[in-house]
């Protein structure tokens, strides 16, 4: 079975730093994608980052480039999302999500198919 | 960035109606789609993907459908576990973007 289980939220100050973590289990982690999607209370979602198979390559939304690293560790089947200068408006419930992908006429479709259960940031002073 | 615009914001149908929610992107996503469901303080859990393909272990009163510009999720016969929130989210371009929302309520 496969379970991503989230780690490492809680209540920051503006301009401190959080580092979150998400291990997974039950499937080959170092054969997928992964990324980080957030949810402010009450609101939708937002694609955070996404971070290839093997760690070589990254992807950030702008609102969080220089200021959130994503990164992951293969031996420990776990990725992790180090969130610097932090700011209010972060404040979302942060989930990780295996990306797969769909492979048809040469082009792969993507998509998100394991979420784990999210765990949620606070930025306030 | 591709925006996706979904309709209606929110819907309240009868258990064994139909419903549809339309999902409209800012410029072609090439059927780079997913439809995702999220109950009540539940992470989000996909329902469809490459805009028609059905998850697995997803009920098959699920559909998906649309390319180019449009694409919509229809529901058949409704049942009372279907009441959630839906999403769209386009995997073609980064950002990946979403859109709002679809709440979905019994009448």
């Known amino acids: 079975e496969v379970q991503l289980v989230e780690s490492g939220g809680g209540l920051v100050q503006p301009g401190r730093s959080m580092k979150l973590s998400c291990a997974a289990s039950?499937?080959?982690?170092?054969?997928?994608?992964m990324a980080w999607v957030c949810q402010a209370p009450k609101k939708g979602l937002e694609w955070v980052a996404t971070?290839?198979?093997?760690?070589?390559?990254?992807y950030y939304r702008d609102s969080v480039k220089g200021r959130f690293t994503i990164s992951r560790d293969n031996a420990k089947s776990t990725l992790y999302l180090q969130m610097d200068s932090l700011r209010s408006e972060d404040t979302a419930t942060y989930y990780c999500?295996?990306?797969?992908?769909?492979?048809?006429?040469?082009?792969?479709?993507?998509?998100?198919?394991?979420w784990g259960q999210g765990v949620m940031v606070t930025v306030s002073s | 960035d591709i925006q996706m615009t979904q309709s209606p914001a929110s819907l309240s149908a009868s258990l064994g109606e139909t419903v549809t929610i339309e999902c409209l992107a800012s410029e072609d996503i090439y059927s780079n789609l997913a439809w995702y469901q999220q109950k009540p303080g539940k992470s989000p859990q996909l329902l469809i993907y490459?805009?028609?393909s059905l998850n697995d272990g997803v009920p098959s009163r699920f559909s998906g459908s649309g390319s180019g510009t449009q694409y919509s999720l229809k529901i058949n016969s409704l049942q009372s576990e279907d009441v959630s929130i839906y999403f769209c989210q386009q995997n073609y371009d980064s950002p990946y973007t979403f859109g709002a929302g679809t709440k979905l309520e019994l009448k």
């Open positions: 999500a295996r990306r797969s992908d769909y492979y048809y006429d040469g082009t792969y479709y993507y998509y998100f198919d394991y």
């Open positions: 490459y805009a028609n």
């Open positions: 971070i290839s198979y093997d760690g070589s390559s990254t």
């Open positions: 039950g499937f080959t982690f170092n054969n997928y994608d």
